[in-house]
C-alpha cells in the first residue's frame, strides 16, 4: 500500500522515531501529514529486529494494532504489550527496543511546539507545561478506539482528510487532558452551536463540490477546532464528517431521482472526486450504484 501525503511543513524523515524505524527492518506501509500542524500517521509492519530511539525533538504515540506481544524495551523487560496497547513517548526521550514476531503498529508524530500551542488555545494552559508523560505499554480504551479508527480510514481517498483532523483533534486533546504533564478537565459543555455560527458552517459545508477542512468550518464558526467539535457535535448530535457525508449522500439521491444531469455531474456537484465514490458510498448505504438508484427511483428497475 502507498500513501497520498498533502503539503507539510515537515516529511516523515524529519522524526527522529521515523529514522529510528527505518534504520531498522520496519517497513511504512502508509504515511499521512494531517491537520495544518506537521503532524504524521504512519502505519507500520515489524519483524524480528532492534530499534533505539535517541531523544527525538518530536511526541510519539504508539498504537499496536497486530501482534507485539513479544516486543521488549530494554530498560523496563516486566513491560508487557499486545494489540491494544499505547506508549506514550514524549519529545526528548530515549529508549531501546527488542522486536521478535511480527506486528504492525499505527504512529503518530507531533511537532512538539504546535502541541503547547493547542493547549493553550483549547485550555487556557500555560504551553511551557504542555508536555506528555512517559509512558510504556498502558491502557486507554478511549485513546485506542480513536487510533483503530484512523488506523481503519482509506487514508489516500479524498473523503478521509476531515475525519483524519477530526481523529486527530481527538488524539491529541485526549493526550493532553488524560496523559500530559499538568492534569486538567474538558471544559464543560454549553449550548451548542449559535444560529448564526450554525448557518456560516453549514454554508460553508453545503457549496456545491465543498470538502471543507476542519481549520476552515472551525473559523466559519468563530472557535478554536475543539471547541468548534463539541459545539458541532452538540448542535447536531454527530461529527462533522458524519453529518457531511450524509448531507452529501442525499444531495446526491435527489438530483438522481431529478435525473436531469449525468451521472458523473452528480458525483462531481455533490462533492464526490469520482462517480466510483458515489458509487460506494451509495453501496455502503444499502442502495445499490448511482445508476440502479436512478432507475429504481423512476420506476425503471428490471429484473
Known sequence: MSGVCPPSPLQPAAFGVFEAMQRSRAQALRTRAVGRDGAWLVHWRNADTQTHYQRPGHHTLSLYLQGGEQVRNRDDLSARGGPGSLCSLPAGHASRWDVQGELQLLHLY???????????????????????????????????????????????????????????????????????????????????????????????????????????????????????????????????????MRRRLDRARELLAQGRLSLAEVAQRCGYAHLSHLNAALRGAGLGSARRYREATQGLVTA
Open 110 to 244: 507531533l511537532p512538539e511546539l504546535p502541541l503547547a500551542a493547542a493547549a493553550e488555545r483549547w485550555f487556557d494552559m500555560d504551553p511551557r507545561l504542555a508536555g506528555l508523560r512517559e509512558r510504556i505499554y498502558f491502557d486507554d480504551p478511549v485513546l485506542a478506539a480513536w487510533g483503530a479508527r484512523l488506523a481503519a480510514l482509506d487514508w489516500a481517498h479524498p473523503d478521509s482528510a476531515l475525519a483524519l483532523e477530526h481523529g486527530l483533534l481527538q488524539l491529541q486533546a485526549r493526550l493532553l487532558l488524560a496523559h500530559g504533564t499538568q492534569n486538567l478537565a474538558p471544559p464543560r459543555l454549553r449550548g451548542g452551536l449559535s444560529p448564526q455560527a450554525r448557518r456560516r458552517v453549514l454554508d460553508c459545508m453545503e457549496a456545491e463540490g465543498a470538502s471543507p477542512s476542519l481549520a476552515e468550518l472551525a473559523q466559519a464558526a468563530c472557535l478554536s477546532e475543539y471547541h468548534f467539535l463539541r459545539m458541532f457535535k452538540s448542535s447536531f448530535g454527530q461529527s462533522p464528517h458524519a453529518w457531511l
